[in-house]
Every structure is written in structure tokens, then in C-alpha cells.
């Protein structure tokens, strides 16, 4: 059983940063490709980034190329999201997930998830 704890999260001003961590528990930490998803109020949930297990595939959304980072500390059990240039559409809350195989970009093929952390951005 893996349990997730975001944290990181923040209200900061457009154009500003922020990093969000995502802590792990279990002992198989490497063996899981890792994904950030975000939900902001009425939208549904969407892929942000997501990192192979060996870290050395990762994939971001299109609107978040150049401005956010993730990358894997399998040694710490700690996934980052690196967030800068950020603007208010990335207001929402923000949650890493797990899985078991290959990184997908689909939340329904997650089997763990944390429960979230508020990202807001003001304007």
C-alpha cells in the first residue's frame, strides 16, 4: 500500500513560483511511474506531468511546457513540481498519483492518489 502527501501549495501572484512535493511511503517507490494532475472549480481533472519510473521519460501537458518541472527522487521518495511563470489559469487543486507499469496520461489508470493541494493564483 502506497500513501501520497502533497504539499507546497500557496497563493502567489502571476508570474510567480511555486515547487509542490509529494511524499511517499512503501518500499517500491522506483518500481511506480508518477503523475501531477490538476482540477481547477467545474473543469475536470486534467494531466499536468508525468515521470517514467527510472525518471528518465517525462511529459507535460501543452500548457504547461516550459514554465513547470517534475522530477523523482527515488532515494527520498519524493516527486517534485517545479512551477514558475505561473499564471492564474493554473489556479486549482493539485494532485500527484501513482502507478504500477508505464506512465499514462489518464487518471483513471492511477491506482494511488494524495489528497491534494491548493494551488492559487492571483492576478
Known amino acids: 500500500q502506497v500513501q501520497l502527501v502533497e504539499s507546497g501549495g500557496g497563493l502567489v501572484q502571476a508570474g510567480g513560483s511555486l515547487r509542490l512535493s509529494c511524499a511517499a511511503s512503501?518500499?517500491?517507490?522506483?518500481?511506480?511511474?508518477m503523475a501531477w494532475f490538476r482540477q481547477a472549480p467545474g473543469k475536470e481533472r486534467e494531466f499536468v506531468a508525468g515521470?517514467?519510473?527510472?525518471?528518465?521519460?517525462?511529459y507535460y501537458a501543452d500548457s504547461v511546457k516550459g514554465r513547470f518541472t517534475m522530477s523523482r527522487d527515488n532515494a527520498k521518495k519524493l516527486v517534485y513540481l517545479q512551477m514558475n511563470s505561473l499564471k492564474p489559469e493554473d489556479t486549482a487543486v493539485y494532485y500527484c498519483?501513482?502507478?504500477?507499469?508505464?506512465?499514462?496520461?489518464?487518471?483513471?489508470?492511477?491506482?494511488?492518489w494524495g489528497q491534494g493541494t491548493q494551488v492559487s493564483v492571483s492576478s
Open positions: 512503501g518500499r517500491t517507490f522506483s518500481t511506480y511511474a
Open positions: 498519483a501513482f502507478r504500477t507499469g508505464i506512465l499514462l496520461h489518464h487518471g483513471g489508470d492511477y491506482d494511488y
Open positions: 515521470i517514467s519510473r527510472s525518471g528518465g521519460d517525462i
